[in-house]
């Protein structure tokens, strides 16, 4: 489906705009992952559990064929399954909460110090965009080998190896000299290790833990830590910068912060029984400037901090209470959800980078509606993607989602918005209201690419039904594996029919 931590495209580029007294903002670019995954079975799939299984949380009567409706185990039904009491599930969800907003933190806290990094590495902005390009391609690259190890290992002890290899990279990646730029890219894409280990993961741990709405309240909650993270990320990397006197200090917050998350993830998280839930028995130093201008730049940064934050817990909550109402009468309605929040916001987006140097008030109020349309689909996406692949698969499917979603939206979208921005400035003369204009014209793109992210999912509509019935179907054993055998058809001759492979038939 689709990636369900929607990023700002030109994220890195946030920082660039802290420079222009007019605020502009950032659009984002969706992407499309549609199907459930089609990886090799895996030998998770062989065992048998007994009696055919119902998956709960589903519309209709998808679930067992003796029942009208598929039962959802009550709170004592999950204890007795996961071996977890409630208050044990719910302080799991609660750390990997607090890891997902710090991984986020740490993405923004380049951004919120990124024209203090452009200065100290004399570079522009197509360099700097590079930043998160390096960043987002090793994280995508390596999304498909956690996935796979993901659905097969021990996820905790994967988790942790990740992070603190995340943690300890950042950490060196403060201590870089001013001629060794590239080494900074190395380390932002080996960042993409730890954060890679974490996202394909950590959401199917909240699967095995919850089922139909608790699942869906939890990973609302799982999912605010994306623009709660993004928002504390860029207010963080300035507060630290402007206290220390240094970016280099910035970058030296997350990683302390990671060697808690590391200590959490071991003492209080424990694996839960993979899919056991769905088979329950149905069978460099600034300037001096003047107080006043510090405190207007801090009030610019505080505002569009608490501007992404805000907007992300509304959205986010928002988007996961319209979209559980609306699925009692359409069962269409998670794609069509997102698709709405989507469409609806790129007009807003828009708005805003035109307004940005008449009104900055305006610019403000457009940013606060688009991004909070654009928060709705975060839980929702990760919902859909969870209930149309069957559990021994979801790490591989997240692995797959964060790889396409990606290459389709963030992964070069930054080094290309920079790449424009400095080509049209090429052609206009040097000043400050140049930059400005040729990073709000190339911004714009970003809008557009929202409305046809919403064409998407609309198109997703279209196969939801199906792609969720097929993977019930198989949790509860009434779909079997395709192999050699079925890939067969049944043609007449003389009188009599014949299997022959698909292949071998010319439409």
């Avoid at 028995?281 to 940064?301: G, I, M, Q, V, Y």
Wanted: proline share 7%; net charge neutral.
């Amino acid at each position: 489906m689709i990636e369900p931590g929607f990023q700002p495209p030109c994220s890195v580029l946030r920082g660039k705009l802290r420079s222009v007294s007019e605020r502009t903002s950032l659009a984002w670019v969706p992407s499309i992952l549609l199907s459930p995954a089609s990886s090799p079975r895996s030998q998770a799939d062989d065992t048998d559990d007994g009696p055919a299984p119902g998956t709960p949380g589903l519309p209709g009567s998808m679930g067992n064929p003796k029942s009208e409706d598929p039962e959802v185990p009550d709170r004592e039904g999950l204890q007795r399954i996961t071996g977890l009491s409630s208050g044990r599930s719910a302080l799991i969800v609660a750390v990997l909460c607090y890891i997902n907003l710090l991984n986020y933190m740490d993405r923004f806290t380049v951004a919120g110090v990124l024209p203090d990094i452009e200065q100290f590495f004399d570079i522009g902005d197509s360099s700097s965009g590079l930043i998160q390009t390096v960043f987002i391609s090793s994280y995508m690259v390596l999304a498909p080998v956690f996935g796979y190890l993901g659905d097969r290992y021990n996820r905790k002890y994967l988790m942790c190896g990740g992070i603190a290899f995340w943690s300890l990279v950042t950490l060196g990646s403060s201590f870089i000299p001013r001629e060794r730029f590239w080494l900074l890219l190395l380390t932002r894409g080996l960042v993409g290790v730890g954060e890679a280990s974490y996202s394909t993961i950590a959401p199917t741990l909240i699967a095995d833990l919850f089922v139909a709405d608790q699942r869906s309240r939890m990973l609302s909650v799982f999912y605010f830590a994306i623009p709660v993270g993004s928002g504390l990320g860029y207010i963080a990397g300035s507060k630290v910068k402007d206290v220390a006197g240094d970016w280099h200090w910035a970058l030296r917050v997350t990683p302390g912060l990671g060697v808690l998350a590391v200590l959490l993830l071991f003492l209080v998280v424990r694996e839960p029984p993979r899919g056991a839930v769905e088979r329950h028995s149905h069978s460099p130093p600034l300037n001096p400037t003047s107080w006043w201008e510090d405190l207007r730049a801090l009030a610019r940064n505080l505002i569009f901090g608490l501007i992404t934050c805000l907007t992300g817990v509304l959205g986010v909550g928002l988007g996961v209470e319209i979209s559980r109402r609306l699925r009692r009468s359409n069962p269409r309605a998670d794609p069509l959800v997102c698709a709405a929040g989507l469409l609806g916001s790129s007009p807003f987006l828009f708005l805003s980078l035109a307004c940005a140097r008449g009104s900055i008030v305006a610019t403000y109020i457009f940013i606060f509606i688009g991004e909070t349309l654009l928060s709705m689909n975060w839980a929702i996406v990760a919902d859909i993607l969870l209930y149309v692949v069957i559990p021994t698969r979801r790490s591989t499917a997240e692995a797959f989602q964060i790889v396409l979603s990606h290459l389709l939206g963030d992964a070069g979208s930054p080094y290309l918005i920079g790449l424009i921005s400095d080509r049209l400035r090429q052609g206009w003369p040097p000043s400050f209201l140049s930059e400005f204009r040729a990073l709000q014209f190339s911004l714009m793109l970003c809008a557009f690419m929202g409305a046809l992210g919403g064409a998407a999912f609309l198109g997703a509509a279209i196969f939801i039904e199906g792609d969720r019935r097929r993977a019930q179907l198989h949790v509860q054993g009434l779909l079997r594996e395709a192999g050699p055998a079925d890939d067969r058809i049944v043609v007449p001759q003389r009188g009599r029919s014949t299997r022959v492979p698909v292949s071998s038939v010319l439409i």
